[in-house]
C-alpha cells in the first residue's frame, strides 16, 4: 500500500468502524462519520453516510427526484460526479427545457416548472403563454439562465436537507436486507453510504448497470452535441443574454455518457470540432460548455417497454405517474426530422418504466426510463425528466416509510404525493 492512501482492505476495515459507530451512537440519518488520516500533507477522508435515499446523478431528473424525496421527509444523499447540479441542462448547455405544456394548457408542473419558474423570474425573463398552441413545438421550451438555474437548485436542494456530494461516483453497490451499501470515490474521500432506496439518474442507468440488471441499446445511437458560441456571446437581450442565449452546436458522433472514458473521447472530439471552426471562421470563441451533452447510451428493461406505439397513441397507462410530450425526435447523421403528435396526443409515464425489471428497492428517473429508442427520442426531454424525477422520489421516499419496495407502493399513495407537491397526475 502506498504510504498516504488507504488500500481496499483497510478502506473495508475503516468503513466496518464507521459503521459501528454510527450504530451505537444513534445519530440521526444523513449524518457522516469521518475517519481520516494525516501523511504526509494529505488527508484521506473515509465518509460512512446513512441515508434514506440515495439519489445518483444530479443532473435533469436527479435534482427533482432528491427534492421531492427530501420534502417528503426522507434523509437524501445526493452524489454527482461534476461540479454543479441540472446536468444537461446546466453543464451540457441545453438550458431551454421543454415540453411544459401541451396542446393549450400546462401537462407539467410541480417542482421542476418551480425551479424553471424561479429562475426564470429572478433573470428578469418572460415564461411562456401556454393558452397559446404554437405553431412550431419548440416555441414553448423555456428559456433559463444556465447559471442561475444551477445555483437555485443548489438552495432548493440545501432548504430541503438534501446532502450533496459532488466528486462523487458509486464504485461498488451491494444489496443487503437493510438496503443498500454503495461504496463512492471521490478524489481525495471515499464514501460508504448506507441507504434504504436508489434513484438512479445518471442517464445512462449506471448504478442499474453495475448490478447486472438488464439494460437496452440500440446497435446505433444519437449523437451527442457540443455547444458553444462565437462571437456574439454577450449580446444584450433577455432571449440573448448571458446563461439563456442561443448558443450554436455541433454534432458529435459517437458520444457516449456510459464511463468516464467514452465521456472523454466525447469531450476531446467535440472540442476539437469546436477549434476547427473557430480557424475556418477566424471568429472569437466567446462561449464553450464544460462538456458534450449526451442523447442516447442506455434505457433500463422495466416491467413496461414504452414503445413507440404507446407513445404516438397517448396511451394512458393505468400505473401512469406523469405525462410527456414532444415530437418523436430522433437525431441520425443526416439531421432531425421531428415527427409532431397528432393533435390531442398527450403521452404518460407508468411507474412500472421506472423500475428495472427483477429488482428491489431501485427506481430510475430521466432519459433511461425503459422505452424503444424511437419512444425514447420524444420521452428523453427535460420537462419529462423532471416530471419523472418527481416521480420516482416520491415513490422512493413513501417505499422507505412503507419498508417496501417502489412496485409495491400503492399507486394512489404515490399519485397523492405528488398532487400534494404540485405535480400533474395524469387522469383517464
Ligand atoms: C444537444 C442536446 C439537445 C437537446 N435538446 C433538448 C431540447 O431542446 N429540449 C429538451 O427539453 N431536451 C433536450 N435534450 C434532451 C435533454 O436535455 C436530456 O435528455 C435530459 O436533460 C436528460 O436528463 P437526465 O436527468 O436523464 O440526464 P442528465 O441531465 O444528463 O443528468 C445526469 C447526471 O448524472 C451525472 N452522472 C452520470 N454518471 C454518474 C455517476 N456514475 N455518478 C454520479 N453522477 C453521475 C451527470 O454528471 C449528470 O449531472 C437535448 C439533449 C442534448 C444532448
Known amino acids: 500500500m502506498e504510504d498516504g492512501h488507504i488500500g481496499r482492505r483497510q478502506f473495508m476495515q475503516h468503513s466496518a468502524a464507521g459503521v459501528a459507530l454510527a ?9 457522516d462519520h469521518t475517519s481520516q488520516r494525516r501523511s504526509a500533507g494529505k488527508t484521506e477522508g473515509l465518509v460512512v453516510t446513512q441515508a ?9 431528473a436527479g435534482t427533482i427526484a432528491a427534492i421531492q424525496a427530501a420534502r417528503a421527509g426522507a434523509k437524501t444523499t445526493l452524489i454527482e460526479r461534476g461540479s454543479q447540479l441540472g446536468g444537461t441542462t446546466t453543464t451540457g448547455g441545453v438550458s431551454f427545457p421543454g415540453l411544459f405544456d401541451a396542446w393549450g394548457k400546462q401537462i407539467i408542473a410541480g417542482i421542476g416548472w418551480e425551479l424553471v419558474r424561479e429562475s426564470v423570474e429572478l433573470d428578469g425573463g418572460k415564461l411562456p403563454d401556454f393558452a397559446r398552441v404554437p405553431e412550431r413545438h419548440w416555441e414553448n421550451q423555456v428559456r433559463v439562465n444556465q447559471f442561475l438555474y444551477a445555483i437555485l437548485a443548489e438552495e432548493k436542494c440545501e432548504q430541503a436537507g438534501i446532502q450533496i456530494a459532488y466528486y462523487e461516483f458509486p464504485q461498488e453497490v451491494t444489496g443487503s436486507p437493510d438496503g443498500w451499501r454503495v461504496d463512492c470515490a471521490g478524489f481525495g474521500t471515499r464514501r460508504r453510504v448506507l441507504c434504504k432506496q436508489i434513484v438512479d439518474c445518471t442517464g445512462g442507468a449506471e448504478v442499474v448497470g453495475m448490478l447486472n440488471l438488464p439494460r437496452l441499446r440500440g446497435e446505433q445511437t444519437q449523437p451527442g452535441s457540443i455547444l458553444f458560441k462565437l462571437d456574439k456571446a454577450n449580446s444584450p437581450g433577455r432571449r440573448n443574454g448571458p446563461g439563456t442565449g442561443l448558443l450554436d452546436s455541433l454534432y458529435v458522433h459517437g458520444a457516449d455518457s456510459t464511463n468516464s472514458r467514452t465521456v472523454t473521447a466525447a469531450n476531446l472530439k467535440g472540442r476539437k470540432s469546436v477549434l476547427d471552426r473557430v480557424r475556418k471562421e477566424r471568429k472569437r470563441l466567446m462561449h464553450l460548455q464544460p462538456e458534450a451533452g449526451f442523447r442516447e447510451s442506455y434505457r433500463i428493461e422495466g416491467k413496461t417497454v414504452i414503445t413507440v406505439d404507446d407513445y404516438t397513441s397517448g396511451r394512458l397507462f393505468e400505473d401512469a405517474v406523469c405525462y410527456a410530450f414532444y415530437p418523436v425526435d430522433l437525431h441520425t447523421r443526416s439531421g432531425v426530422k421531428p415527427r409532431p403528435l397528432a393533435r390531442g396526443t ?27 429508442r424511437l ?3 420524444g420521452l428523453r426531454v427535460q420537462a419529462s425528466c423532471m416530471a419523472m424525477g418527481q416521480a420516482a422520489g416520491a415513490a422512493a421516499a413513501l417505499a422507505v416509510r412503507k419498508n417496501t419496495t417502489p412496485l409495491d407502493v400503492p399507486i394512489e399513495d404515490i399519485r397523492e404525493m405528488l398532487r400534494r407537491h404540485g405535480a400533474i397526475v395524469p387522469t383517464a
Do not use: E, F, Q
Open 23 to 31: 450504530a451505537s451512537s444513534n445519530l440521526a440519518l444523513g449524518t
Open 52 to 60: 434514506d435515499v440515495l439519489v445518483v446523478g444530479g443532473g435533469t
Open 346 to 372: 398527450v403521452p404518460t409515464v407508468p411507474l412500472s418504466a421506472l423500475v428495472p425489471k427483477g429488482s428491489r428497492n431501485i427506481i430510475v428517473a430521466g432519459r433511461c426510463v425503459s422505452s424503444d
Open 375 to 377: 419512444a425514447n427520442s
